[in-house]
């Protein structure tokens, strides 16, 4: 079988990593150009109609493609995950009327088009709120949060040249994330859920929850619905707020996602072996934890600690030119015992310029 995928960054990279012992071909292409309203010329769609026309599947490591050039390419070659999915995630009105349209709770939600509707955004949604742009904003890009009136107008310099959704603000306990695989024959494998830790927008850390309790039953009803929804084919993530014992949707993926990389050293099947097993034609695989502590650190701006590291800690690295606030790699860690697992996090922590998110683990 014949698969190309959309991106040759490291999603891509960590794709086709998970299935190299299976007799696929696989082959991985820079993003196909897009203008600011994520559109492509009728030139571009044309050649890459032409270029994917022998491929069995398309698939993709992020979201910012032409849904006309998938739509084009989708006339002769099958594209999972669903072309649905992606437009709606997208943008952020979509997605969020999605969200409601499934029942699936999120906060409060606006469109701005213009100076009035942020001003009457204020009112309704009151003080802090956010404003986003609709599209391309990823890591904490493209957003604002409006602490009183007098920021209206920096909000509105900074981002009202572009379409806009204006949040209400939840005073969240943490943020989690679910993520799962679907096949083509109706199986959805579910993985642990997550704790995430940002700092400035980007994920700093992910922490493995193993305890199934209210919130993972919540998040995995919301995830299948929306899997359900949009006939999805492959893996999928949904970021949380965690208010009480309640979750707010945030943000949807329709890829794999930086808060499943943990299950590359700490499960039986990565979320990248099951979105490739499912948009093969293969059944998904149902993941189970292979430790009972685990967790990822992003390598933000920082090379791979140069030390020798204990047999618990797995490294990642993307192979990319050092950049401040460029992901870098990865480091998993994966550990039975709580005491073994705490001394690996701190060895890491001590080779990194970056602190830990949590004081304790």
């Known amino acids: 079988m014949k698969i190309a995928i959309l991106g040759n960054g490291q999603l891509a990279q960590m794709l086709?990593?998970?299935?190299?012992?299976?007799?696929?071909?696989?082959?991985?292409?820079?993003?196909?150009e897009i203008d600011a309203n994520g559109q492509s010329t009728a030139a571009e769609i044309s050649l890459w109609q032409?270029?994917?026309?022998?491929?069995?599947?398309?698939?993709?490591?992020?979201?910012?493609?032409?849904?006309?050039?998938?739509?084009?390419?989708n006339e002769e070659t099958r594209i999972f995950p669903a072309i649905d999915g992606l437009k709606v995630a997208q943008d952020r009105l979509l997605e969020k009327t999605t969200f409601k349209q499934l029942e699936i709770e999120t906060n409060t939600f606006l469109a701005v088009n213009s100076w009035a509707d942020l001003r009457e955004a204020a009112v309704s949604l009151g003080y802090p709120f956010i404003v986003k742009t609709r599209r391309f904003g990823y890591d904490g890009k493209g957003q604002y949060i409006v602490k009183a009136p007098e920021s209206l107008s920096k909000a509105w310099d900074l981002?009202?040249?572009?379409?806009?959704?204006?949040e209400s603000f939840v005073?969240?306990?943490?943020e989690v994330s679910q993520v799962a695989s679907a096949d083509q024959f109706g199986n959805i494998a579910f993985y642990p859920l997550v704790r995430n830790e940002h700092r400035e927008g980007i994920l700093r850390e992910t922490h493995v929850l193993h305890e199934e309790d209210e919130l993972t039953f919540s998040a995995r009803e919301s995830v299948r619905r929306l899997m359900m929804h949009f006939?999805?084919?492959?893996?999928?993530?949904?970021?949380?707020?965690?208010k009480g014992n309640v979750l707010y949707a945030n943000e949807m993926a329709p890829r794999v996602h930086n808060s499943g990389h943990w299950s590359i050293d700490g499960a039986n099947v990565s979320q990248f072996r099951n979105h490739m097993l499912a948009i093969s034609g293969a059944r998904v695989v149902e993941p189970h934890a292979n430790a009972r502590h685990m967790m990822?650190?992003?390598?933000?701006?920082?090379?791979?600690p140069a030390v020798e590291l204990p047999e618990n800690v797995f490294v990642k690295s993307y192979g990319k030119e050092l950049r401040p606030g460029r992901k870098m790699g990865h480091v998993n860690i994966v550990d039975n015992e709580l005491e073994t697992f705490v001394e690996s996090i701190n060895i890491i922590y001590q080779n990194l310029k970056a602190k830990p998110c949590l004081e304790e683990f």
């Open 16 to 32: 086709i990593e998970s299935v190299s012992d299976l007799a696929l071909e696989i082959d991985a292409y820079p993003l196909p």
């Open 50 to 73: 032409q270029r994917l026309k022998d491929y069995d599947v398309v698939t993709y490591e992020i979201e910012n493609i032409s849904v006309e050039l998938l739509q084009t390419v």
């Open 159 to 166: 981002l009202g040249q572009y379409l806009l959704i204006a």
């Open 171 to 174: 005073a969240f306990d943490y």
């Open 231 to 242: 006939d999805y084919v492959g893996t999928f993530a949904v970021e949380f707020f965690v």
């Open 296 to 304: 990822m650190i992003n390598l933000i701006g920082e090379n791979v």
